[in-house]
């Protein structure tokens, strides 16, 4: 069955130290992955994407994800998280080769410490 | 440019009364999907617009679920005989095919 997983309900960081979101991924096919976010009160926002190429994708934000075949993994990370970080993160997985029908994680809540 | 807008962003109802959801997607956009996120849940696919292509309805949870999409452009959800599980924020998204889907920031239905 086709699914995405995130390990991490909720994730909690300083000010400044690096990230590492997971994200676990069941698919037959080829994949196309995403990685949204969600700000308090705001609608989703693209972070980045993989289609295909290179296996490590840079975003916005200083965000980055690294495609791994092998482990069916897709993990978000940030060297620097900023306090203007803490939303609530979302891994997808498109379904419909291309056709943006995604399937979502349940999502990783990430809290900043000053 | 204007984004996907949603209306209305909260809506409050009575268990067994139906519910409209509207959905304006972003100028010349071919696609428009619905989502639904319940509480402490990830986004779950509910249908899915392509031009004029017959919609891909194998999201909906159950018959009381449907949506149409006017002209190609406006779409509206329905939910009839609302059940308190249908409490969730109901999120639209707009795009041209294969390329990435702009989120609008939802309606949010109560159902009491």
């Known amino acids: 069955a086709q699914s995405v997983t995130q390990p991490d309900i909720h994730i909690t960081v300083s000010e400044g130290a690096s990230l590492e979101l997971r994200c676990n991924y069941s698919?037959?096919?080829?994949?196309?992955l995403f990685w949204y976010v969600q700000s308090p009160g705001q609608g989703l926002q693209l972070l980045l994407k993989?289609?295909?190429?290179?296996?490590l994708v840079q975003g916005i934000k200083g965000f980055e994800a690294e495609f791994k075949r092998s482990q069916s993994s897709f993990n978000l990370r940030k060297p620097s998280v900023h306090w203007s970080d803490a939303a609530e993160y979302f891994c997808a997985v498109d379904i419909s080769g291309g056709y943006n029908k995604l399937i979502f994680g349940a999502g990783t809540r990430l809290a900043v410490h000053p | 440019g204007a984004g996907v807008s949603q209306s209305p962003s909260n809506k409050v109802t009575e268990k067994g009364k139906d519910v409209e959801l509207r959905c304006d997607p972003i100028s010349g956009h071919t696609a428009l999907y619905w989502y639904r996120q319940s509480l402490g849940q990830g986004l779950e696919f509910l249908i899915y617009f392509q031009g004029n292509s017959a919609p891909d309805k194998s999201g909906l949870p159950s018959d009381r679920f449907s949506a149409e999409r006017t002209g190609g452009s406006v779409s509206t959800l329905t939910i009839q005989r609302t059940q308190q599980e249908d409490s969730a924020v109901y999120l639209c998204?707009?795009?041209?095919?294969?390329?990435?889907?702009?989120f609008g920031p939802g309606t949010r239905l109560l159902v009491l």
């Open positions: 698919y037959g096919a080829t994949p196309y």
């Open positions: 998204a707009s795009g041209q095919q294969q390329e990435t889907q702009y």
């Open positions: 993989y289609f295909s190429g290179d296996t």
